[in-house]
């Protein structure tokens, strides 16, 4: 699916241009199971791999002293994507956080945010591209941009050397979409863009691990601190209806059609939804 958005300038972009098919949680476990691991093998060797080699590396620094911070995998919760971008140049995926552009720039000494329902923690990328794929002729990087650590001033205009920000520079580093590369990163913490593919079809299989983060230190941003409960929307004001404006009157509505509305990643979902529209009231 395509979704039209407006860049910085107001120009039209597309905010990703990619065909894509998730792979459904009810196929890959429970009674299904069975029938996935022997229609496709190397897609269940590819996801079992990785899930016991993420529960291995959690566990390990569990045992370690980490100030009190711990990981919980659900494997249970794991979502798998295969998509496709098409070689036209242009279809690409705009800068995002796969959790939320807030939690990407949250402001945090340990830079750890705390979350008690399963959400995205690690981003698995693997790459099924042409044996030949050519970085020139056929781009389609996958762009990672850096945080740049700033300092800020305290109420007195001291440097505070415990309160940092995160939101990035700008500066980046290009991963090209070799054929058989593995790029695993956080799904709240590093923010990234799908460059356009300029010749040929770029295609990949994305594995979102789900999980928990406890600390028994908070260092939780203040100003970020009610995102620990994303998952369970707040309740919807009972309010009057705005008075609308004549021309308001006429805009036609955007409808918006989610099939998967149990989805535990519906409520999330409608927040980005909401937080980038471009006509929030008339959605």
């Known amino acids: 699916s395509q979704n039209s958005s407006t860049d910085s300038n107001g120009n039209p972009v597309t ?12 196929y890959r476990h429970g009674k299904h199971r069975r029938d996935f691991e022997t229609n496709h093998p190397r897609l269940y ?15 390990d620094f569990n045992d370690k002293d980490n100030q009190g911070i711990q990981y919980h995998l ?28 807030d ?30 794929w050519n970085a020139d002729l056929d781009g389609g990087a996958l762009r990672v941009f850096h945080k740049t650590m700033r300092k800020k001033n305290n109420q007195d ?25 593995l790029v695993v990163f956080r799904s709240d913490r590093v923010e990234h863009e799908v460059m ?22 908070d260092t939780i941003s203040k100003t970020n601190s009610t995102l620990s409960s994303a998952s369970l929307p707040p309740p919807l004001p009972i309010v009057s209806p705005p008075v609308q404006t004549s021309r308001q009157q006429t805009l ?7 099939a998967s509305y149990r989805d535990s990643e519906t409520s999330p979902t409608l927040d980005s939804l909401f937080a980038t529209a471009r006509y929030p009231d008339r959605v």
């Open 15 to 26: 905010i990703r241009g990619d065909k894509s098919l998730f792979v459904a949680r009810e």
């Open 74 to 101: 659900d494997l249970s919760m794991t979502s798998v994507q295969i998509a496709v971008y098409p070689g036209d140049g242009k279809s690409g995926y705009v800068r995002h956080c796969d959790r939320g552009q």
């Open 196 to 217: 356009p593919s300029l010749r040929r079809s770029r295609t990949a299989i994305t594995i979102w691990f789900y999980g928990t983060v406890s600390s028994s230190i």
């Open 157 to 181: 205009g001291d440097m505070d050397n415990g309160n940092v920000s995160s939101h990035g520079d700008g500066s980046y580093t290009d991963i090209l979409p070799y054929r058989d590369r």
């Open 103 to 132: 939690y990407c720039r949250q402001e945090t000494t340990t830079q750890i945010m705390k979350n008690t329902t399963p959400e995205r923690l690690l981003t698995a990328v693997y790459y099924l591209t042409d044996q030949d």
């Open 45 to 59: 060797q590819l996801i079992e791999t990785l899930s016991k080699t993420f529960q291995n590396q959690v566990e």
């Open 252 to 258: 036609p509505k955007i409808f918006v059609s989610i």
